[in-house]
């Protein structure tokens, strides 16, 4: 058993940059790294393969650009890959994301990008009516695992799936679509982010509740959170991110500044006197 | 300045009347005599007004690029013809800053970099002094170990002594109004 094997013993030479904080894990499971500047340090090398993250932000944070970002860098390195856009037209997100270097319309010719229109999506599986009964749930569940298959996708973003949360009645069916989304995808070793658009980021005061989510059934079921937001720093919103949790995985859970670059997402540690001015 | 390396850190002190002078007579030779590139953080005026100063005297400024802290806060200020000025909102984004320098100098080819920030005292307008101060050790040390040589100009009776007491422990070198006192 070796180093080959994605498995390390305890006592064995330690590789440069394999320590953490707490030491070298004696198991490390295999990264999909995300190639956003600043965010596989954060993650300790990567997304833990094959996870399903919750990437929730506030409107203007970033959360497309980042994900984006994640999908066209696994298209840049040969990975099938998948955007579904529930919130504006692929044409749309693609004129927009046309700005950023890392971005190549090649990737899209060659078919190693492939953005759907969700309700294009919806449209060729008869949903057609405003809510979704758990048929229409596992019908459209099936229909994402079938193009992930059939392509052979590495890397799935769905943005959002609050827009598509909407339209599942109960708290009940939408953790039963995430888990089985997320399960279904795991085996099938696509990593895949879930954008959450949410209103304000945190925990609320009072209720106990976390602000992590939409509904407040994401977050447990899935494998990480990551979030987006802003701190207003005298009248300037300062966009942050940060992960506060990822199974399978050390990370750290600080608050990292974003600036959206014409290189896309640029991170780096939010100053300590800065977080709450 | 006759020698440089690129992973110190330079304080250069200068006074109110003299800044503009010093400020030319580091960024000249950098760029000419040592074929540097770099990028020119611009808080104590606009980056325009500045390229305009600096070519009057005949000074290259198409190698640096500049990143205006101060004009978004003027009506029309951020209309520039320049491609190598961005501008940042306000000089209270201190991060915001330091990112778009590194990106900056992950656009500039070479190994031979430069980072200037004009001024330390100008930054101390918008900035607590414990957040200053935080941000002049990262911003540093940041520059250190990417081999990047920084120059951090100062106007020291113009800056919180408890700013100025970390800036001298972090710099590697020390120029008082042009010249050097501690190497």
């Known amino acids: ?277 | 300045m006759t020698e440089v390396t690129l992973n110190s850190s330079v304080q250069v002190r200068c006074g109110a009347s003299n800044a503009f002078l010093v400020t030319a007579s580091l960024i000249e030779p950098l760029i000419t005599e040592f074929e540097m590139q770099g990028v020119y953080i611009s808080a104590s005026r606009g980056a325009l007004e500045l390229i305009n100063t600096l070519n009057e005297i005949g000074v290259a400024t198409e190698n640096v690029r500049f990143i205006d802290c101060v004009s978004s806060a003027l009506l029309g200020g951020t209309e520039s013809t320049f491609p190598n000025i961005s501008f940042i909102d306000s000089p209270i984004m201190l991060e915001s800053i330091l990112l778009r320098t590194l990106y900056h100098l992950n656009t500039i080819p070479g190994d031979s970099k430069f980072v200037i920030l004009d001024s330390v005292n100008a930054l101390a307008i918008y900035n607590e002094d414990r957040m200053l101060a935080e941000y002049l050790h990262t911003l540093i040390n940041t520059f250190r170990a990417r081999d990047v040589l920084s120059v951090i100009m100062n106007v020291p009776d113009q800056t919180p002594p408890g700013v100025l007491a970390n800036l001298d422990l972090y710099c590697t070198d020390l120029i008082d109004r042009g010249q050097v006192v501690i190497s």
């Open chain 1, 1 to 277: 058993m070796g180093a080959s094997d994605g498995i390390e013993l305890l006592g064995k030479p330690r590789g440069p940059g394999s320590d953490t904080m707490l030491g070298t894990p004696q198991y490390k499971r295999d990264r999909c790294v995300t190639g956003v500047h600043g965010l596989d340090e954060i993650l300790r090398g990567g997304i833990p393969y094959g996870s399903t993250l919750l990437v929730g932000g506030t409107c203007g944070s970033g959360k497309t650009t980042l994900a984006m970002e994640f999908v066209v860098n696994g298209a840049a390195m040969g990975e099938a890959t998948a955007y579904f856009a529930a919130t504006e037209p692929s044409v749309k997100l693609l004129e927009n994301v046309r700005q950023f270097s890392f971005f190549d319309m090649d990737m899209v010719d060659k078919g190693l990008l492939n953005v759907f229109d969700m309700d294009v999506t919806y449209s060729w599986l008869g949903l057609t009516k405003a809510t979704f009964t758990m048929d229409d749930v596992n019908a459209l569940v099936k229909a994402i695992t079938d193009i992930v298959n059939t392509i052979g996708v590495t890397r799935l973003v769905i943005d959002s799936v609050t827009t598509l949360c909407y339209k599942i009645p109960n708290d009940q069916l939408i953790r039963d679509f995430l888990f089985t989304l997320g399960k279904t995808l795991a085996t099938q070793g696509c990593t895949t982010m879930l954008i959450a658009e949410i209103t304000s980021v945190g925990m609320s005061h009072g209720g106990g509740r976390s602000l992590w989510s939409s509904f407040g059934v994401e977050e447990a079921i899935l494998d990480g959170i990551m979030v987006l937001g802003d701190i207003d720093r005298r009248g300037h919103l300062l966009r942050y991110l940060q992960v506060i949790k990822m199974r399978g995985t050390d990370h750290s859970r600080a608050k990292y500044a974003l600036e959206l670059t014409p290189n896309g997402v640029m991170l780096t540690p939010m100053l300590k006197w800065g977080v709450d001015v």
